[in-house]
């Protein structure tokens, strides 16, 4: 019996893993798009806005676990997701949906977007993993479990979720954008151009705030923060 299991051993370690198979839904062209609508299970999304890189949309489903590699060497079921996209007029929806179990437990979905400037953008999933660079009208995400990295421009930003962790960075102001957090408990930082003046007002049961910047009254950008607990960061 020992060698049987040292034959195994032997066998896994001497395999070369092949790459995680990977099942993506056909790319949609977004050059028209100014609005896109994000719901359904968890995934990991990254939109931008950049002029120099083509306006699209792409989808995929892979797996992520540490068997991934060694899975896709003995079977050949790909990572398959239920996931829906379509353009109706000039708006961006998808709802994101796990394949059977069978194939899909430890898939998870990637959602890469680029479009054109100052689209409005609506998250509303069980989780979620989103990353914005750019310019953005709009912003809202609602996640039960929510990491969000943001470093551009928004007309407004609206995150809610039970625990939010947000890395906020706005490029520029136009004195006249408000940022709301809503959460159970969130680990935030919010940070702005030099000499850019804002308010905020933070409403929470236990929390600390570091900020830098002088509570303006009536100054925009307005942040409004509500957490039962809170740790936050304003710069």
């Given amino acids: 019996m020992p060698d ?7 066998l896994f370690t001497s395999l070369t893993p092949l790459a995680a198979k990977a099942e993506t839904l056909p790319i949609l062209d977004t050059s028209t798009v100014n609005s896109v609508s994000i719901s359904g299970q968890a995934s990991d999304i990254n939109f931008t ?8 949309a792409t ?7 540490w068997f991934a590699n060694w899975y896709s060497y003995w079977f050949s079921d790909r990572c398959a997701t239920q996931t829906t996209a379509k353009i109706e007029g000039r708006a961006l929806i998808i709802k994101v949906i796990n394949g059977p179990d069978r194939v899909s437990f430890d898939c998870h979905v990637s959602i890469a977007i680029n479009l054109p400037k100052d689209a409005d953008i609506s998250i509303d999933q069980t989780a979620s993993r989103t990353e914005l660079t750019g310019d ?3 912003v809202r995400i609602n996640s039960n479990a929510a990491r969000i990295d943001f470093d551009g421009y928004a007309t407004s930003l609206a995150i809610k979720g039970d625990a939010v962790h947000s890395n906020v960075r706005f490029s520029h102001s136009n004195s006249n954008e408000t940022i709301a957090l809503d959460a159970h408990a969130a680990k935030a930082s919010f940070s702005f151009a030099k000499n850019t003046a804002v308010s905020y007002a933070v409403n929470a049961v236990a929390s600390t705030v570091d900020s830098t910047l002088e509570n303006t009254p009536g100054a925009k950008p307005f942040i409004r923060i509500n957490s039962e607990f809170l740790d936050a960061t304003i710069r």
């Avoid at 049987?4 to 032997?10: E, G, H, K, Q, R």
């Avoid at 989808?59 to 676990?65: E, F, G, K, N, V």
């Fill in 4 to 10: 049987f299991f040292t034959a195994l051993i032997v």
């Fill in 136 to 138: 953005f009208g709009a």
């Fill in 49 to 56: 806005t950049s002029a120099n890189r083509p306006f699209n």
């Fill in 59 to 65: 989808i995929s489903a892979t797996r992520s676990d």
